[in-house]
């Protein structure tokens, strides 16, 4: 029995096995992990090319008077390809006073689809010459929750993660 031991310790067919089932993981993780990556930074350039063409729109008074759900809309169709964007999206549209150059609190108002009342988000039209700030929030699903960064990048109770842009403009008189 112990001969039978020694020689099935000696044989070398199944070694590259082995290092398979120990290399396998790691690579296929950071390979989930890159298209994750990849599918959100898509996904913000997207968000950051609808806002800024929004703004410009804005700017040059295409999009006159506002309320929040012609921004949203707005956002949405100059975005391009967002998933449910209408319903995953909020818009804050506030005045920056310039001669306090206070800005709106840091964390911007996201929509949490795990609670059933949302957040209330401001839109201020603002008057002429009035230095706006204009701050977009968006959840996702991640592709591949399992994935490593899939799994860092949960922040809500239904295990969306968040997208946030901004801009500024200046109403012009």
């Known amino acids: 029995m112990i001969a039978a031991l020694r020689r099935l310790l000696g044989?070398?067919?199944?070694?590259?096995?082995?290092?398979?089932?120990?290399?396998?993981?790691?690579?296929?993780?950071?390979?989930?992990?890159?298209?994750e990556s990849g599918i959100l930074m898509l996904r913000y350039v997207m968000l950051e090319r609808g806002l800024d063409v929004t703004v410009r729109d804005l700017r040059i008074g295409t999009l006159m008077f506002p309320d929040h759900d012609d921004l949203k809309r707005e956002i949405c169709r100059n975005s391009l390809i967002l998933p449910d964007c209408i319903d995953s999206l909020s818009v804050e549209l506030q005045r920056v006073s310039t001669t306090t150059w206070q800005m709106p609190p840091a964390p911007v108002a996201c929509i949490d689809r795990s609670e059933e009342v949302q957040p209330v988000t401001t839109v201020t039209q603002g008057?002429?010459?009035?230095?706006?700030?204009?701050?977009?929030?968006?959840?996702?699903?991640?592709?591949?929750?399992?994935?490593?960064l899939g799994l860092s990048l949960r922040n809500d109770g239904a295990g969306n993660y968040a997208l946030v842009a901004a801009s500024t403009f200046v109403n012009e008189p």
């Open 127 to 148: 008057g002429a010459n009035d230095l706006m700030l204009i701050r977009v929030c968006s959840k996702f699903e991640p592709i591949l929750p399992t994935s490593v």
């Open 11 to 35: 044989r070398d067919s199944g070694a590259v096995t082995v290092e398979f089932v120990l290399w396998f993981p790691l690579f296929f993780g950071v390979f989930l992990s890159s298209v």
